[in-house]
């Protein structure tokens, strides 16, 4: 049987060189790469069979990572390993092509069992998550924010009028005050605070 091909994504050096001392004598290991961006290039170029990808990453978090990488006709078995014991962000990590959802604090031998399972075609998710989400975890197609709405987002999270947002953009302020309201129907929000919030905790913002 052919091991297992695998990729790492996680900024925190020293968990990753610990995930690549537990797994190396398990899996054939492709590398580590410690951003979004750097994550679609290497998976781009190395197609492994499964990679371990953490939420919050610079330059791109593990969602849009995924995204991208979904979006260019990526076959990987993803599995997000993250420390977020959060069923809103376990949701969302299905949504965007997840296969696994496990917390960092998790046994190495469960993490060598997920990996597995996924390459299997399985799905998987932690004991450990304490509230599942009331939705089916599947991996279904949801409506994601537009990279000028993303902008729009920016600028509001950092206290900016809608004026000044639209003057920013050279956009209209009815133009800024559209996507805005975009943006809070499809992620369900009622206030700018919540629309804020939920960004953040989505890892659409930094």
Known sequence: MNRIRLLLADDHVMFAQGLESLLQDEFTLLGRVENGQELIDATLSLKPDVIL?????????????VREIKAH???????????HNDPTLLAEAF??????????QAAGEE????????????????????NLPAE?????QKTTITPRQREVLELISRGL???EIASQLNISTRTAESHKYEMMQTLGVETTAELIRYSLRLGLIS
């Open 53 to 65: 990808v953490d939420i919050s990453m610079p330059v791109l978090n593990g969602f849009d990572a």
């Open 73 to 83: 006709g990526g076959e990987p078995k993803i599995i997000f390993l993250t420390m």
């Open 95 to 104: 949504r965007c092509g997840a296969s696994g959802y496990i917390l960092k």
């Open 111 to 130: 993490l060598v069992d997920a990996i597995r399972k996924v390459a299997e075609g399985n799905n998987y998710v932690s004991p450990l998550i304490t």
């Open 136 to 140: 089916p975890l599947v991996q279904t």
């Open 161 to 163: 009028t809608m004026k």
